[in-house]
């Protein structure tokens, strides 16, 4: 069985621009959950969709925002990216019960 | 807020021996728990999910301990190898309904094991 997949594994943007990352769930798991993980931090929630509708949002401005497609894969957006915003982001999904979380490679993002 | 908070931060052990990592939580109102393990600049592997109506769950070496009424969950491992070195992260699942669904995690216990 595929684990959750994680699209692109590297990259890299400046200052300003606009960054998707993609998350593909473990077949089944209808629930998707978006992480950041900055250097010094730990892990932070960003994101849970289910079925298609956001349930829960972390902490995070507005420009971080994303979706969940009908075949329950889901992008995260960063619009106007900062400094701040490097990190690794790593998606996880889940059945909605018992709810057990299965993470993702991640992907690492660098603004310069 | 929901705080968890893992102690030792580092642990550095010569093989063989029994550990014991130790992760505490301040809101009680949990649905389950998971222990994590994180390899350097990789994503996260479940090693164990304790329901909160559950005591204890094992896999392999590894058994994990919840007490939920005193915010507590202790990890151990037994005959440690160096393939264990890793970093081990607890993390909560709030039951609260305004925060349902996020995992609060620690910052994790880095586990150096050498032979």
């Known amino acids: 069985e595929a684990g959750v997949t994680q699209s692109p594994t590297h990259l890299i943007k400046t200052r300003g621009q606009q960054a998707t990352l993609r998350c593909s769930p473990i077949s089944g798991h209808t629930s998707v959950y978006w992480y950041q993980q900055a250097l010094g931090l730990g892990l932070q929630f960003l994101l849970w969709y289910d079925e298609g509708e956001e349930r829960n949002r972390g902490n995070f401005p507005p420009r971080f925002s994303g979706r969940q497609f009908p075949n329950y894969s889901s992008e995260l957006n960063v619009n106007a990216l900062e400094l701040e915003d490097s990190a690794l982001y790593l998606c996880?999904?889940?059945?909605?019960?018992?709810?057990?979380?299965?993470f993702g490679p991640g992907t690492r993002l660098t603004v310069t | 807020k929901q705080e968890v908070t893992q102690i030792p931060a580092a642990l550095s052990v010569p093989e063989g021996e029994n550990l014991v990592l130790n992760c505490s939580f301040t809101?009680?109102?949990?649905?389950?728990l998971q222990w994590f393990r994180q390899d350097p600049g990789k994503g996260l592997t479940s090693l164990l999910l304790?329901?909160?109506?559950?005591r204890e769950q094992t896999s392999g070496r590894l058994n994990a301990s919840l007490d939920k009424s005193s915010g507590r969950s202790t990890l151990y491992i037994a005959a440690s190898q160096p393939g264990d070195s890793a970093t081990y992260l607890c993390?909560?699942?709030?039951?609260?309904?305004?925060?349902?669904?996020?995992?609060?995690f620690g910052r994790g216990t880095q586990l150096t094991v050498w032979p």
């Open positions: 993390a909560v699942r709030s039951d609260r309904g305004s925060t349902l669904g996020r995992l609060y």
């Open positions: 996880a999904s889940s059945l909605q019960t018992p709810y057990e979380q299965y």
């Open positions: 304790i329901q909160s109506s559950q």
């Open positions: 809101d009680s109102a949990i649905y389950n």
